[in-house]
């Protein structure tokens, strides 16, 4: 790229990031596109994470660290309201972005004045930094049934402008409500490239919470937004796994005579009959999904 005149601003939020915020601070300062201010929020650590901090001398970097644990939502907020830059995102202490991340997602929105959030492709590793598996993030309009835009994307500063902060209420899943709202008033498009290493864990956030509290968190987060199929749809999953599984199959069915053409709705109907038929099918579907996450 010719010219970096327009500046991004990445965010890291941590919270006794130790172990990895090294990787992905260098991930963020060895960029192809130079003209970034790195924010990073320390969410009131307890380990060693703001002296791996002080070590850098990049003007680049700034630094804001809460008296207390306020939570993801608030992390980001608060280094939201302290960027300078024309383009935004943010990124995990333990993920890591390939070195020309921003530059492509940059060249997008410069490209396409029509677009104002670009996201792409991931891969999963291990907590030794080894690839597992490429991730293919969804379409836009998957959004109303999941969180598809996976950890790696790039918005205009109009969208954090007319948008706002994120909702501290919808822990765990706090990007994928702010997600919603923005679907709602502006174009996102989905860029097929693999650019960003999202880690898997035992200590990463999603891992320590059961897979019920987390469905339960995007339900609430998705209701004001989404189709009404949709609100059927995971008021159905939260029901499967919370072990109901008849009104699972009540809610799926709703579901299907509004979107009979659903391959995933057809899929967790299934499921959810298996689950009053043979239990221990579905305590083995619980088990991989928690291994996919």
């Avoid at 060693?48 to 901090?53: N, R, V």
């Avoid at 943010?90 to 530059?103: G, H, L, R, V």
């Avoid at 038929?277 to 996450?293: D, G, W």
């Amino acid at each position: 790229m010719k010219k970096n005149k327009k500046k991004v601003s990445i965010l890291i939020p941590t919270y006794n990031g130790v172990k990895y915020i090294k990787q992905s601070i260098d991930s963020c300062l060895n960029q192809t596109y130079k003209n970034i201010e790195l924010i990073i929020v320390d969410d009131c650590s307890i380990d060693d994470t703001e002296k791996i901090i002080k070590l850098y001398n990049d003007k680049r970097i700034r630094y804001f660290r809460h008296k207390e644990n306020l939570g993801l939502a608030s992390a980001l907020n608060t280094g939201f309201a302290n960027a300078t830059g024309i383009y935004l995102t943010w990124t995990s202490d333990d993920n890591f972005y390939d070195p020309k991340a921003i530059e492509f997602m940059v060249k997008i929105l410069e490209k396409n004045s029509k677009i104002d959030f670009i996201y792409t492709n991931y891969y999963t590793i291990n907590e030794q930094g080894e690839k597992v598996k490429p991730v293919r993030v969804g379409s836009v309009k998957d959004l109303d049934r999941c969180n598809c835009i996976g950890p790696c994307f790039l918005y205009r500063r109009k969208i954090y402008e007319q948008i706002g902060e994120y909702n501290p209420i919808f822990f765990l899943a706090e990007d994928y409500e702010y997600w919603l709202r923005i679907k709602q008033k502006f174009r996102m498009q989905r860029l097929d490239k693999f650019l960003y290493f999202y880690r898997k864990h035992t200590n990463s956030l999603t891992t320590n919470y059961k897979v019920a509290i987390i469905e339960e968190q995007v339900e609430k987060a998705s209701q004001k937004y989404v189709s009404l199929w949709a609100k059927y749809y995971h008021k159905g999953r939260v029901c499967l796994f919370n072990k109901d599984y008849k009104n699972s199959i009540k809610f799926f069915v709703k579901a299907f005579f509004l979107n009979p053409f659903n391959f995933f709705i057809w899929r967790m109907m299934v499921v959810s009959f298996l689950g009053i038929l043979v239990p221990s099918f579905v305590e083995n579907l619980k088990k991989s999904y928690n291994k996919k996450r």
